[in-house]
């Protein structure tokens, strides 16, 4: 995924410096552990954007998930990992978040299979640089196998949060 390189790079050049980070993306109503058993990724894209919505981080639900199953159109979010990483431009996100969902039972994206989902919105207005922010931040830690471990590992909804949400104290 050229966003997940460019986002690798950005990390590694050492723009991520004081001030710059991302923090305030994870808050528990959006972050959680399921045993539904999801059809496919709009389906997934739609609970996401649903957490989303109920939290008040986005304005148009149905507006935001067409913005990110255009995105998904132009290329897959899947990154390997069993992770994805759908995201889409919509003047709908009210504030920045990323949504989370570890899935107890593995879904079929495209050509990978994935059960970590980390959805992320981004007001248009600070969406270049936020956005990428996020990309590599994610990233730099989904691209260890002892951190995806820990959130394969987590059996609850709090347990998946308590692992994900330490990414803000960096």
């Known amino acids: 995924c050229q966003a997940l390189h460019l986002a690798r790079e ?3 050049d050492g ?21 539904q058993q999801f059809q496919d990724k709009r389906e997934v894209i739609s609970y996401l954007a649903d ?18 199953l255009k995105r998904e159109e132009v290329v897959s979010t899947a990154i390997g990992y069993s992770v994805a990483i759908p995201h889409g431009e919509s003047d709908a996100v009210k504030d920045t978040f990323v949504a ?14 994935v059960n970590l989902i980390f959805m992320f919105g981004v007001p248009l207005a600070s969406r270049n640089a936020e956005h990428l922010r ?4 994610l990233s730099r830690h989904l691209i260890k ?3 995806r471990q820990q959130l394969q590992d987590a ?5 998946f949060y308590d692992c994900i949400s330490v990414l803000e104290e960096e």
């Open 134 to 137: 996020i990309l590599a931040m």
């Open 51 to 68: 957490l989303a919505d109920k939290a008040g981080k986005i304005t148009d639900k149905k507006s935001y998930v067409e913005a990110v």
């Open 155 to 159: 059996k609850t909804s709090e347990a």
């Open 10 to 12: 950005y990390a590694s």
């Open 145 to 147: 196998a002892d951190f």
């Open 100 to 113: 989370c969902l570890k899935l107890n039972h593995p879904l079929q994206w495209d050509e990978e299979q």
């Open 15 to 35: 723009c991520h410096t004081e001030g710059k980070e991302v923090k305030h993306v994870f808050t528990k109503e959006i972050v959680n552990v399921s045993d």
